[in-house]
Each structure stands twice: as C-alpha cells, then as structure tokens.
C-alpha cells in the first residue's frame, strides 16, 4: 500500500467508523477490530506527516492565510467560505519565487507519497460480521479490512 493509500484509508475509516456510531452497530468484533486499525493507521500517517518539508507546510499555511485576509476584504456577497478555494486563492498571492519553490517542493511530496508503507492491516473475520446492517458504500470501506481471496 502507499503512502497516499494509507492517508485516504484513515479518512475511510474515520467516516466508517462515524457511520457505525450513527447507526449504533455494537458487534464487539467490529468495534475493536476497527479501532485497532486506526491506531496503525493513525500511527503510519503521522510517521508519513513528520517526512513532509516544513517549508512546504508554512508556504502553504502561508498561502491560505493571504487567501482568508484577501477574502476579509471583500462585500458580503462576495465573501468565500470554501477553504480550498480559499487557498488556491491565497496560491496566487504568493511572491514568484515562493511559487516556485512550493511548486518544487509539491512535486517531491507527489513523488514521496507514491512510495510503499510497510503498514498491516488487522484483517476482521467476515463471518463474525454476517449479522451486520450495513449500506453498500460502508461496506466497500469494511471489506477493506476482510482478507482477500487468496487469504
């Protein structure tokens, strides 16, 4: 699995797992084989965090502050409220040379999240999970965590 893989795995599991606190499911197996894996992955993503280069997250700090203070000034009818737009904004107000370096700088984290994780899974056991209600986008994210065929 990759680097980017396992960072939008948490988010899976975050969403998962707020999904069956919503609808209330309580199978022991579940809960605990789930949270288990948050912490791995939880764990895998902040070893992942702590290789991003600092300047690279201050420039885009950087970058969403001078899109929320251009935004500040703006009508009321104008005003963003979309964060990401906020900072593709604040993107652009960057001088050219911090442009160019966040640029440089992007391309090497694009690269370093295409690399492999030595992240394992706790693999649930499906057949303790039959009684499950589940809607099928959740179980696309649970299946995830089930061995596969050739287990």
Request: some cysteine.
């Amino acid at each position: 699995m990759k680097h980017q893989e396992v960072k939008n795995l948490q988010q899976e599991l975050i969403t998962l797992l707020n999904e069956c606190v919503e609808k209330k499911i309580t199978s022991f197996h579940l809960n605990w084989g789930l949270d288990k894996n948050l912490t791995k992955i939880n764990k895998a993503v902040e070893s992942i965090n702590k290789n991003i280069d600092k300047e690279l997250i201050e420039l885009d700090q950087a970058a969403l502050k001078l899109g929320k203070d251009a935004n500040a000034k703006l009508e009321a009818s104008e005003v963003i409220t979309d964060e990401n737009t906020l900072f593709n904004s604040g993107l652009l107000l960057l001088t050219k040379e911090q442009q160019e370096k966040r640029l440089e700088l992007s391309k090497v984290y694009v690269e370093s999240m295409q690399e492999e994780d030595d992240l394992k899974l706790f693999l649930l056991d499906p057949t303790k999970l039959e009684n499950i209600n589940i809607e099928y986008p959740y179980y696309l994210i649970l299946k995830k965590f089930f061995p596969s065929d050739g287990e």
